[in-house]
């Protein structure tokens, strides 16, 4: 196990039954690119469940920082957003206005000493 420090965030939307596989595959082909390493993510597990998608991403420290500024400066990031977005929902359409929006607050963690 690293004992460098990792950042988990969880990202929270609304994804329709059965388009799982398509996001999945939109993130391997991103995840083979150097866009992972760029933004010091180090794991990611993308999940669904009965409409709901949830995105588990562990990365370095400061993830929000890199990702506002890859939204404004990063092609390959844009890329992967526009193409999420066309098949991921926000959560609260009203509220969102970009990724960080749909990050979930961790309200309990428990780790063995």
């Known amino acids: 196990m690293s004992d460098r420090p990792v950042e988990r965030t969880l990202m929270v939307a609304r994804m329709p039954v059965g388009r799982a596989e398509q996001v999945a595959r939109l993130f391997a082909e991103s995840d ?25 991403i562990e990365a370095e420290p400061g993830l929000a920082d890199r990702i506002r500024r ?21 959560w609260d359409p009203q509220t969102w206005r970009g990724p960080l929006d749909s990050q979930a607050t961790s309200f309990y963690r428990w780790s063995p000493e």
């Open 32 to 56: 083979a690119t150097g866009l992972p390493q760029r933004m010091g993510v180090r794991h990611r597990a993308l999940y669904s469940f009965h409409g709901v998608y949830a995105h588990l």
């Open 70 to 90: 890859a939204r404004a400066e990063d092609p390959g990031f844009g890329r992967i957003s526009a193409a999420v977005d066309a098949l991921v929902k926000p």
